[in-house]
């Protein structure tokens, strides 16, 4: 198991896989559907050229083209618990600094 820091945020986010990503969701208690499967390959795609977590925008702007408009708050109908405290946990990022958990 990779390291991960006191809240349970990889501390390489290199070291993130599918497998991790499920484990991580199982611990949040969420069932990975596509959409989260969409949202976590835009995360991982935007940190790797950009070597931070994305902006909930971006994430929410990426699933809007996909589902349309009337998906506006489908990220957080997909991470109830919150962007950075779900989504960026069980996309293997490290913990943004400065955000809030929500």
């Known amino acids: ?19 991790l990503a499920r484990e991580f ?13 969409d ?26 083209k996909r589902m349309g408009a009337s998906s506006r708050n489908a990220l957080f109908e997909l991470f109830p618990y919150g962007y950075v405290k779900q989504a960026c946990k069980i996309a293997g990022m490290k913990r943004p600094r400065g955000w809030s958990t929500g």
């Open 1 to 19: 198991m990779p390291k991960t820091d006191d809240e349970g945020y990889l501390i390489d986010p290199q070291d993130c896989n599918e497998e």
């Open 39 to 64: 949202a976590i390959h835009f995360m991982r795609a935007y940190y790797a050229d950009h070597q931070v977590a994305p902006d909930a925008r971006h994430v929410m702007k990426h699933l809007a």
């Open 25 to 37: 969701a199982l611990k949040e208690n969420i069932k990975l559907t596509e959409d989260h499967w």
